[in-house]
């Protein structure tokens, strides 16, 4: 099946930090830009970064430079979120999805099931 | 505060067509592809539209969307109970260093 496994989800504390990552299976993993989105409650979509086929671009929403990196092993088909220094507002659900695309992503066509990330005292 | 604006709600009984916007700019949809989405909260956000107006394989034609300049639109025709859902549009924002965006949503309710 083509599908995608979020995991490392998780209650921790304010200034704490979390791992996520992102099983592919199914399809070609290296051949596709990957995008970590969240969904905070009661919020909208929030695309938090992107890392394009080859690992030589990223590319992060504001509120998350400097302390969130993504980043890809295209031989275990595996894509990551280290989250660093973590607040109470990056609460949510944390969805990996498969970009189309060359120089920039486009639609996104294949998500997870989401992994929640809670962040409080 | 999103690049792209959507309005926050829309409603309307079955049977009958919406649409919903998505206001932008020229770093955003007047320079690349926009993508739609329809998300049940706690699901998996399913694409709808791509291209700013291909549907992938086994989304209902009722669906559709276009562009235009800065802005783009989803239609959405023959309501049915079933689409109650948020919807987002979402593109490339080429300004500064590049990212992926997507607008606020819009809360659909089928009365």
């Known amino acids: 099946d083509v599908q995608l496994a979020e995991s490392g989800g998780g209650l921790v504390q304010p200034a704490g930090s979390l791992r996520l990552s992102c099983i592919a299976s199914?399809?070609?993993?290296?051949?596709?830009?990957m995008t970590w989105v969240r969904q905070a409650p009661g919020k909208g979509l929030e695309a938090v970064a992107q890392?394009?086929?080859?690992?030589?671009?990223?590319h992060y929403v504001d509120s998350v430079k400097g302390r969130f990196t993504i980043s890809r092993d295209n031989a275990k088909k595996t894509l990551y979120l280290q989250m660093d220094s973590l607040r109470v507002e990056d609460t949510g659900v944390y969805y990996c999805?498969?970009?189309?695309?060359?120089?920039?992503?486009?639609?996104?066509?294949?998500w997870g099931q989401g992994t929640l990330v809670t962040v409080s005292p | 505060q999103s690049l792209l604006t959507q309005p926050p709600s829309v409603s309307a009984a079955p049977g009958q067509r919406i649409t919903i916007s998505c206001s932008g700019s020229?770093?955003?949809?007047?320079?690349?592809?926009v993508s739609w989405y329809q998300h049940v909260p706690g699901t998996a956000p399913k694409l709808l539209i791509y291209?700013?107006?291909k549907r992938p394989s086994g989304i209902s034609d009722r669906f559709s969307a276009s562009k235009s300049g800065t802005s783009a639109t989803l239609a959405i025709t023959g309501l049915q109970t079933g689409d109650e859902a948020d919807y987002y549009c979402?593109?490339?924002?080429?300004?500064?260093?590049?990212?992926?965006?997507f607008g606020g949503g819009t809360k659909l309710t089928v009365l």
């Open positions: 999805a498969r970009a189309w695309g060359e120089e920039v992503a486009t639609e996104h066509d294949l």
């Open positions: 199914g399809f070609t993993f290296s051949a596709y830009w």
């Open positions: 890392i394009k086929q080859d690992g030589s671009k990223e």
């Open positions: 020229s770093s955003n949809i007047g320079d690349n592809y």
């Open positions: 291209d700013n107006n």
């Open positions: 979402g593109t490339w924002d080429s300004s500064l260093n590049g990212a992926w965006v």
